[in-house]
């Protein structure tokens, strides 16, 4: 029976799935559920509870399909992402879903400390007020940002032509500020090098 399927694939899966960050993996309070945690390697340690939950145990163990989510709190803007965008795990039996599940956290957890800038935790605060763009600016921005198909997308990277310091800053700056209006029009937006800096390459995300 589907079920029995799932409870004997989830005990070998507790008894021989080994990851250095995860521990703990048990079964969920839900009917077709498990959970673990996870150790996120960074400067300061972080402890999350991952759980998967398999939409229709029945369809168990070859059309299925999981939900895959975390119940912490002040989980990483980063790793909540990966996991929301982690791709298509029907029909995958528990041990597989859990290796692609790691190895996707594994591979967030190594690119931010790659990348350490995150839009979200308010990298784009300028300590200069005269930089910031007036309102009538804003507004102009806002209106002909939002006639725009703002379909996800990533944009891809570029390099700008050369330019004195001064230019450059200039130019990150008013980048930093059309991110801004993205960020507050609710969209999520990432950059790695260019804004901080003087760098002239830049590597933006949007979706």
Known sequence: ??????????????????????FELAAGIEDGSLTFKYELQASTPLIIVVQALVTDVGEYPSSHMYMIYTTSENVPAHISTALEDIGTLDGLPVSQMLAKVTKVIDTATAGSQANPHDLDEDSLEMDDPQSEPSEAELSEDVASDMDEDWSPRLVNSFLAPRASGAARLSSNERLRSDLRIAKAAGFRVGYLGGLTDQTELCIVTIS
């Open 1 to 22: 029976m589907p079920r029995k399927a799932f409870v004997a694939d989830l005990q070998d899966a507790v008894e021989h799935f080994n990851h250095p960050g995860a």
